[in-house]
């Protein structure tokens, strides 16, 4: 603003009742005839409307809507920043592909509804065996993947994977079904 005599920018205000939202302000200066500043302009406009859109589409494009999880997409986003971590750290990387056995059964025999709450505790049940820094995904029906990252053994990979395996043979209440 020096500068030019404008400034424009997104920034976090307060309404009165502690509210917070986001806008959108421009500042533009007024000089005199002697190029000093007079006053300043500032018009805001609240755009808390539009980055709550914004983010809507962004988690949209990027997460499984049932489960919560990274779709296909962001898990090719991810995936490919964890090979690059690996090479640069030269600490092994894995790459599990998880496949639900019968899930059309269930699906066909006991409706999507209950389709649905398999796949969501199936997504909780894998992601309570990876640690906070790896990537569980749901890249499609009843496919997941899981991005184990910066590994210090590969044995841990078969301590995981296995974790991930008991977890998944446990019985899945869904309703008053088994």
């Known amino acids: 603003i020096l ?4 400034w424009q920018g997104e920034i976090w205000n307060t309404k009165k009742n502690s509210e917070e939202y986001v806008e959108r302000l421009l500042i ?5 005839s002697q190029n000093e500043v007079l006053y300043r302009i500032g018009m805001f406009t609240d755009i808390t409307a539009k980055k709550q859109a914004e ?14 999880l990274p779709n296909r997409h962001m898990f090719s986003d991810r995936l490919n920043q964890d090979i690059k971590l690996s090479k640069r750290s030269t600490k092994p ?7 639900l056995d019968h899930f059309k059964e269930v699906n066909d025999s006991l409706g999507h509804e209950m389709g649905d709450l398999l796949l969501t505790d199936a997504a909780q049940r894998i992601h309570r065996c990876i640690r906070s820094s790896d990537t569980v995904a749901r890249i499609g029906g009843d496919e997941f993947t899981v991005v184990l990252a910066e590994l210090e053994s590969t044995q841990d990979v078969e301590r ?3 974790a991930i395996i008991e977890n ?9 079904e088994e």
């Open 93 to 99: 990387l894995a790459l599990l592909f998880i496949d």
């Open 160 to 162: 995981i994977a296995q």
């Open 28 to 32: 533009d200066t007024v000089f005199n």
């Open 168 to 176: 998944l043979v446990r019985v899945f209440n869904l309703g008053v």
């Open 3 to 6: 500068t030019t005599g404008k």
């Open 55 to 68: 983010e809507k589409v962004w988690l949209q494009a990027n997460f499984d809507q049932l489960t919560g």
